[in-house]
């Protein structure tokens, strides 16, 4: 199955959050998944499956990165700011279900009439 996995936080952050998404794509792709994971652009990013296999210790990860455009104002705004960005991954990537966890999404990918799967943590 083509898994694309909708995020809205850099792989470089050091958020438990980012470490989890992580850990989920590899463990959907050791199970034979194709997972694509979609985060927002980095400018100092070196190289993403090389610093993914730092951050989980890992020689090589089973998925693959592509980054969208996020827009801010002012710095704020980050996770609204990734909808233009979201909504264009879904409209040109080749995937039979869509994978997020973060709220502000939803709308973008319930509107596009793709099939999902939202995780859901309460607070």
């Not at 994978?99 to 009439?113: D, H, N």
């Amino acid at each position: 199955m083509k898994i694309l996995y909708l995020h809205t936080r850099c792989i470089d952050e050091s958020s438990a959050n980012i470490i989890q998404v992580l850990w989920m794509c590899q463990t959907l792709g050791q199970m034979g998944h194709e997972v694509v994971l979609a985060v927002p652009e980095e400018k100092n990013m070196v190289s993403s499956q090389k610093s993914i296999c730092s951050r989980l210790g890992l020689d090589q990860v089973d998925f693959n990165v592509i980054q969208y455009k996020r827009f801010t104002v002012m710095g704020c705004l980050k996770s609204i700011g990734c909808l233009l960005g979201c909504a264009k991954v879904l409209k040109t990537m080749d995937y039979d279900i869509v994978y997020i966890r973060v709220p502000v999404l939803l709308g973008c990918v319930w509107m596009k009439k793709n099939d999902y799967i939202f995780e859901l943590h309460p607070s």
